[in-house]
């Protein structure tokens, strides 16, 4: 799914809903970078802490967030992985 560097709480899917969920509750999007192996873009982020406790509410499925800001926060991921900003 992801994976985290403990070190400076960085974050990166390939899941692109997640990562929308995560910017939609305040994550800082770091950027976008193609994995070599499977021509699939990781979604980079930085996390607080609360930020990642949300991860198993939006795998379970009870995670909730503002439709706005999901939306808003859709279009800012989409277009860091397809090149833009």
């Keep these: ?3 985290v560097n ?5 974050y990166s899917t390939s899941d692109t809903e997640l990562a929308v969920f995560l910017v939609a509750c ?3 999007l770091i950027g976008a970078d ?6 699939r873009k990781n979604i980079n982020l930085k996390l607080t ?3 990642r406790e949300k991860i198993s509410s939006f795998n379970d499925g009870s995670a ?6 999901y939306n808003r926060a ?3 991921v989409l277009d860091k992985v ?3 900003m």
């Excluded at 193609?34 to 021509?39: D, F, S, Y």
């Design 64 to 69: 909730q967030v503002n439709v706005l800001a």
């Design 26 to 28: 305040g994550a800082e």
């Design 82 to 84: 397809k090149g833009g």
């Design 49 to 51: 802490p609360e930020q």
């Design 34 to 39: 193609n994995v070599p192996t499977n021509g």
């Design 6 to 10: 403990k070190v400076d709480h960085n």
């Design 74 to 76: 859709r279009n800012r």
């Design 1 to 3: 799914m992801g994976r």
